[in-house]
């Protein structure tokens, strides 16, 4: 998995049960979304549990977005749409250690479908070298792309107050779902921070909660009975 020609492999589109795509990786099998939605998941995991979750409550003018693994960008264009349409400030950070070329990236029919219809050019525009750094929305959206490994990453301490945890399985790559890892993330998140993701499996809860994590398990989308949202105390 962590070979940097990754990003060259040719992935297969998958059309999934909402209508929306997403791919499939031919040697793993690993596909980047759910096939039961891939927007419907994403919308549930990472916008409602998470980006909505926060809104609600917490008063912050600026949201400090931290995504693990950027991969087709969806979480990105919806986490856009939704500062556009609450006109809420973000700063969207988003690491990869093997982004999408251009190519795998216009597979995706996610800007065909009429919600997103008018996110066309920025949709296209975060996966070319200009969406590395780039701001959307009339300025709501500040997108940060960095290509890194995640096991290598060391961003500021106390900094961000939600991460969307969007990793491959637990199964394909366990490493990334360890204590090591979650307490990293635990230190980078302001206190009062949130964590979600989509896998609910016993030694990601226990990783996180061994970290420092209050954990809530939550309905999960179609397809999943249950998915996460991790909270550190705000003492
Ligand atoms: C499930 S996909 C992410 C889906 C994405 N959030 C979206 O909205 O389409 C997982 C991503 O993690 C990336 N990845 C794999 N290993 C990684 C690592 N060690 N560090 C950082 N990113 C990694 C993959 O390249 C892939 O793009």
Redesign the pocket.
């Known amino acids: 998995?962590?070979n940097n020609d990754?990003?060259r492999v040719d992935y297969v589109t998958i059309i999934t049960d909402d209508g929306s795509s997403?791919l499939r990786d031919p040697a793993t099998g690993e596909t980047?979304?759910s096939g039961f939605g891939a927007v419907t998941e994403?919308k549930l995991v990472f916008i409602q549990n998470g980006l909505n979750y926060m809104i609600q409550n917490q008063s912050t003018a600026r949201i400090n977005l931290l995504?693990?693994?950027?991969?087709?960008?969806?979480?990105?264009l919806l986490t856009l749409v939704e500062a556009c349409r609450r006109s809420i400030q973000i700063e969207y950070t988003s690491?990869?250690?093997?982004?999408?070329s251009p190519e795998n990236a216009a597979k995706l029919n996610f800007t065909q479908l009429a919600e997103f219809e008018t996110f066309k050019n920025d949709f296209i525009t975060f996966h070319n070298e200009a969406g590395m750094e780039q701001t959307f929305g009339n300025g709501l959206f500040k997108l940060k792309r960095i290509q890194?490994?995640?096991?290598e990453?060391e961003p500021a301490k106390s900094y961000f107050d939600l991460i969307?945890f969007?990793?491959?399985s637990p199964n394909v790559?366990p490493e990334?779902w360890s204590l090591q890892v979650f307490t990293r993330l635990f230190m980078v998140l302001k206190p009062g921070g949130v964590l979600v993701t989509y896998s609910s499996k016993g030694v990601v809860k226990n990783a996180l909660r061994e970290s420092g994590f209050i954990v809530e398990r939550l309905p999960g989308p179609p397809g999943k009975r249950h998915v996460l949202r991790a909270l550190k105390p705000k003492n």
């Not at 995504?67 to 979480?75: R, S």
């Not at 890194?148 to 096991?151: A, G, H, P, R, S």
């Open positions: 998995m962590r990754l990003h997403t980047f979304h994403s995504e693990i693994g950027f991969g087709t960008g969806l979480n990105a690491i990869d250690a093997f982004p999408l890194t490994d995640l096991l990453f969307y969007d990793a491959f790559q990334l």
